[in-house]
């Protein structure tokens, strides 16, 4: 009899029911749709910060053309006076964002090996209402540039505007804006950099 009875609990305790079976199914399903969510917002998330520190070095980029002019300007135009400061002030005169002006620098041709300054000759170009052109990438390089031969688009547009901190003409001191446009799922970001640059040769 007792035999009969733990035979009959066996009988009992196999296998799974389907309700059993389905419980585990929907389980195991929410649970890998849980992690890929998670990790698509984590991928999200790295595209995100990936744009937005390369906008950032684009912006200190762009400030550091400009203060890079500014020192080869002062440091080798002739001695006399402040015509260097001066000659780098009607340079970047097209980024007067007091006149509702934006202005890019185009280094695409420039050959950094000559040791003639070449900083120099980089033109500086207008931004038709205050419009830049999309920077370019070229991935060989690895280098950000308006060169449509070799490379494409990369999602992010860079203008430089001055402000002349005195709004006098004759200032010694400017400050120059750096500010890059990236666009993101949710819409466009921008990341500005300002930094003053003074006439320090006097």
Not at 37 to 54: C, E, F, G, Q, W
Not at 88 to 96: A, Y
Not at 97 to 109: I, L
Not at 132 to 156: I, M, Q, R
Request: net charge neutral; glycine share 4%; charged share 20%.
């Amino acid at each position: 009899m007792q035999n009969k009875i733990i035979k009959k609990n066996i009988k009992k305790s196999t296998g799974f029911t389907l309700i059993e079976t389905l419980v585990a199914i929907m389980i195991f399903t929410t649970s890998v749709l849980a992690l890929m969510v998670v990790l698509s917002n984590n991928l999200s998330n790295v595209n995100y910060a990936k744009r937005k520190l390369i906008a950032t070095f684009l912006a200190q980029e762009g400030v550091e053309y400009m203060r890079n002019m500014r020192d080869t300007y002062v440091l080798y135009e002739p001695p006399s006076g402040d015509n260097g400061w001066n000659s780098f002030v009607v340079k970047i005169s097209d980024c007067d964002m007091w006149e509702g002006k934006a202005c890019y620098f185009d280094n695409t041709a420039i050959n950094f090996a000559d040791q003639s300054q070449p900083i120099i000759d980089i033109p500086i170009i207008l931004c038709p209402s205050q419009i830049c052109p999309e920077l370019k990438y070229t991935a060989s390089s690895g280098k950000y540039d308006y060169n449509t031969n070799t490379g494409v688009n990369s999602g992010f547009v860079r203008k430089i505007e001055i402000s002349d901190v005195n709004n006098n003409v004759n200032s010694d001191e400017i400050e120059v804006i750096s500010t890059v446009y990236y666009a993101i799922p949710s819409g466009v970001k921008s990341i500005s950099l300002k930094e003053n640059l003074f006439n320090w040769i006097r």
